[in-house]
């Protein structure tokens, strides 16, 4: 076992059997996040602030803003300094098609943390999603797609566009 207290660092470890030996480094992180628990609740840490509805759909996160449409589950626009992150907004193509969105909703809304879900439907495959934003301006996204009956897909993919001068990061 580990001696208890062990502090954040890189360390040797050195195994032994017979003649032979064999050392490696072990690196500790620092374990500030867990022991304070981090995201067990609603605190936020500095320098982050609460999340904030600033008009119906759209939440002010620290330097950044996120408009959603109330019917995609993607963001419509993100700011960031007052600056538009998306030239065309987040849309999921499946084997060439779109949803269409439905019961768009928030389910829950706390200073850290707003939860949405909704549903859609592209060729009788039924979508439904969760999602979450985060005070650190994550955005999570878990989605179930259930057809009617056997359905092949092709391809799917999550198109969107962003100016050069922002994605080039």
């Known amino acids: 076992p580990f001696p208890k207290n062990l502090k954040s660092g890189i360390y040797k470890i050195e195994a032994k059997a017979g003649s032979l030996t064999r050392t490696i480094n072990y690196r500790v ?94 060729d009788n495959v039924k979508l439904s999603y969760t999602s979450e934003l985060h005070f650190d301006g994550m955005y999570l996204l878990k989605w179930d797609m259930t057809p009617s009956n056997k359905y092949l897909i092709k391809n799917m993919k999550i198109t969107y566009s962003m100016p050069q001068k922002f994605a080039s990061f």
């Open 29 to 122: 992180p620092n374990l500030a996040p867990y022991i304070e628990k981090v995201s067990a609740d609603s605190y936020i840490p500095s320098p982050w602030t609460p999340i904030k509805e600033v008009k119906k759909n759209t939440y002010s996160i620290w330097n950044r803003v996120y408009t959603f449409d109330g019917k995609s589950p993607f963001p419509k626009q993100v700011t960031a300094n007052n600056a538009n992150l998306l030239v065309k907004c987040p849309t999921l193509l499946l084997n060439g098609k779109q949803p269409k969105w439905n019961n768009w909703k928030i389910t829950k809304k706390q200073n850290d943390i707003v939860y949405f879900a909704g549903s859609g439907i592209i």
